[in-house]
């Protein structure tokens, strides 16, 4: 797949605000600064379409993006959260798990964990909710390039096996760099097969 088109649709503050169509939706989520905004626009090959910023926790709204006209990328707020106060994390938790549970056009929700860093608690508890709730997702180990290879596989040995402590079977998983644009094509082929998969479906 080739990402040939992508506009910025709207945002919305809740589930409620978002896009009343039938087309399919993936989404990206992960915890604050870890390269959410910069993967996405990596992969629409457009370095202004996400805002990114220096400031953790600058995504605290729903933002749909129409790729090619076919499919919606869902730029979701972080976990995490930075520097925000009380009210505004509890605002954002439930903007996070009324999308993931409720948006029924959702295929799959993408986790972005850092590649340099050991399985953060607060991934561990949000993929674990994943799974209790039944929510498909794979995992992106965002800024490879960060990283010597022996390092990265390394601490991605690491993280999975953590992981096999909750699963039996370790949920997809992707390497990638914005900056070196690893990962790209194959993220870009795994989100076609499934857009192809749901469309089958839906025509039996």
Not at 11 to 18: D, L, Q, R, V
Not at 123 to 130: G, P
Not at 171 to 188: M, Q, R
Request: charged share 30%; proline share 3%.
């Amino acid at each position: 797949m080739e990402i040939k088109k992508a506009i910025f649709k709207q945002s919305a503050s809740s589930i409620f605000g978002c896009p009343k169509t039938n087309l399919q939706e993936y989404a990206f989520i992960g915890r604050s600064n870890v390269g959410k905004s910069s993967l996405i626009n990596m992969l629409c090959n457009n370095n202004k379409l996400a805002k990114t910023s220096a400031t953790p926790g600058k995504t605290q709204l729903i933002n749909h993006f129409l790729i090619n006209e076919n499919w919606f990328l869902v730029d979701l707020p972080g976990y995490g959260f930075a520097k925000t106060n009380k009210d505004t994390r509890s605002k954002i938790e439930t903007i996070i798990y009324d999308y993931c549970k409720k948006r029924e056009n959702l295929v799959c929700l993408f986790i972005l964990l850092d590649s340099r860093l050991p399985l953060q608690r607060i991934d561990l508890e949000f993929m674990i909710w994943c799974g209790e709730n039944e929510i498909p997702f794979s995992i992106i180990y965002t800024k490879a390039d960060k990283n010597g290879k022996n390092e990265l596989t390394k601490n991605i040995k690491n993280i999975e096996k953590e992981l096999s402590k909750n699963w039996e079977e370790l949920p997809n998983s992707f390497i990638s760099s914005a900056e070196k644009k690893t990962g790209k094509e194959e993220l870009l082929r795994f989100i076609e097969f499934h857009y192809k998969e749901v469309k089958l479906a839906a025509k039996k």
